[in-house]
């Protein structure tokens, strides 16, 4: 592979530590995700994962719609990454992908989420790794 972009950034002190990009734009505190499910004042890096792949999966469809002339609107993608215990006593993640494309009827739509996800960096990295449920919304076509 032949990089185009290559992200830098350091983690120190782990998840109740710090994380902070080469360039600076990215400065986080970060901490465990709360046991009883109330939101927490800092983030953690399931939800830098879920943010990172919704963004990245917008961007694959997008490139998918353009290079078809389609005008799919603003894409929105609610992204959950589950984090749990695996059989070996390790841990493991799972992702839920909801895709709502507003200028597409729902054939469309589903379409297109395939098409993103075949091309899509993070669906290629995860694939075969962790499950990965991908859910399409059209709109009003």
Known sequence: ????????????GGRTGHVESSDGALKLDLTFPP?????????????LFAA???A????????????????IGQVSILSKVALG???T?????????DVTVPNLDQAAAE?????????CPYSNATR?????RLTAHGGNG
């Not at 592979?1 to 120190?12: D, E, Q």
């Not at 046991?35 to 939800?47: H, M, R, T, V």
């Not at 379409?111 to 091309?119: I, N, Q």
């Open 56 to 71: 990245c999966f917008a961007s694959a469809m997008e490139h998918v719609a353009k290079q078809q002339k389609l005008d």
């Open 35 to 47: 046991p009883d499910g109330k939101p927490a004042k800092l983030s953690n890096p399931e939800q």
């Open 128 to 132: 075969g790794n962790i499950p990965v």
């Open 1 to 12: 592979m032949k990089p185009i972009y290559t992200a830098s950034v350091t983690s120190v």
């Open 111 to 119: 379409k297109l989420v395939a098409e993103g996800h075949a091309v």
């Open 85 to 87: 215990p695996n059989e």
């Open 89 to 97: 006593g390790g841990f493991e993640l799972e992702v839920d992908l």
């Open 52 to 54: 990172g792949y919704a």
